[in-house]
Structure formats: structure tokens, C-alpha cells
């Protein structure tokens, strides 16, 4: 069976800050999809990144950036420089690459609460 | 703009009542998924549904009934059998996923924050 940890509930850190959100996952599939996505106080979901599994490149996007080792199952998601806007749950998923065709199941983990203080 | 609405975004009822939340989207999406969340517990798969008139279980589909009698609509009723109905839920949907190929990611609406007492 599927499954994504998010081992850190909660993180506060002061503005300006590095942090880094862990995310550890468990499949028996060869080829899978990593996602990250931030969840704001407003509620929706927003997509921050995929990664399939036979991409092991890291990838920046601004302040962002990803780890993905997959000789420890880990997703890890940095954010330099830290900013207030920055606070929100980000959640870890993952989805099967060969799912049922029409549809993207997702195991999410249980998310990481991240407080930027200023 | 395309997006996903979810009304309302808070709901209350009694216990033992049935009730629906609605979810609409524009973005001309194929599949739609509904997801509850609850703290500490992440998101978990309700229902999902490939196409119209198609729909099947996901991880905790008892207590819950969908229906997908349009492309742009897949409602949710939450039925006085589901045992702890109050949380968080969130309706995505995603273009036609197909195995082994670059698909769209799953777009979210705001959520419904339902609470029965």
C-alpha cells in the first residue's frame, strides 16, 4: 500500500529564515508521481510541483526548492528565505504513474502547519 | 476565469439529517474527486468519477453517496449512516488522466466546513 509521512506537524520559524519540510513516502510501484501542495488559511489547495519518479533532478523555482532522493524515499521541500505569506499547511502526495485511466488517485500525508513570524 | 466553486462554505446541521454539498467546475475537466480532511489526518479519497454518469469508491466511501449526472457537477450528500461527518471537505477535479503520461494535476476548490451537532 500507498504512503506519504509528513513527520513534522507544526514549524515556526522567524521571517527571512531557511526551512525545510520533510516528506518520506512508501510504494511498491516502480514508476510514481511526488506532489507538493500549499494550502493557504483560505482553504484551496494550491499545485506547487510534480516529480515522476524516474526524474531525480532537483528543481528550484524562485524561493522554492525540492530534493527528491529516491534512495530514501524523500520529497523534501526548502524554502529560502522564508516570508509571511509563506504560512500555510503544505501537504506531500503521491499517485500512482500506471493508475486506472481517467482518474489520479493521491495518498496525501498528514501536512506540516508552517508559521512565518516577523 | 476557470476555476472549482464549492457552496457553501460553512454548513451546519442536526445530526441525523442528510445533507449536500455542492461542487461545480468550468475548467471543461473530465474527472472530479471529493476529499475530506481532517486535522492531523491529511486528505482522504471519498468518491471520484472518470466521466459523466461513472463514479466509484475511494478509501472511506461509507456514509457518503455522489452523483455525476453532468460534466461540470459532481455533488455530495453525506447521509445520516456516516458515522463522524463533521470535517473539512474539498472537491478537486483533473483533466482525463491517462497511465503513464504527463497528466494535469488536480485543481481544488475552496472547500465546505461542515458541522453536525
Redesign the interface.
Known sequence: AQK?T?AQ?EISVVEKEDVTLDCVYETRDT?YYL?W?KQPP??????LI?RNSFDEQNEISGRYSWNFQKSTSSFNFTITASQVVDSAVY?C?LSE??????????V????TRLTINP | DGGITQSPKYLFRKEGQNVTLSCEQNLNH??M?W?RQDP??????IY????VNDF?K?DIAEGYSVSREKKESFPLTVTSAQKNPTA?Y?C?S?G?????AY?S???????T?LTVT
Open positions: 506519504v509528513q506537524t514508476t506532489f501542495y483560505s482553504g484551496e489547495l494550491v499545485f510534480r501537504f502526495a504513474a500506471m493508475a486506472i485511466q481517467g482518474a489520479q488517485k493521491l496525501f500525508g498528514q501536512g | 473530465d474527472a474527486y476529499y492531523g489526518q491529511g486528505l482522504r479519497l471520484y468519477s472518470q466521466i466509484q475511494g473539512f474539498l478537486a483533473s482525463r488522466h491517462y497511465p503513464g497528466n494535476p488536480l485543481h481544488f476548490g475552496n472547500g466546513r
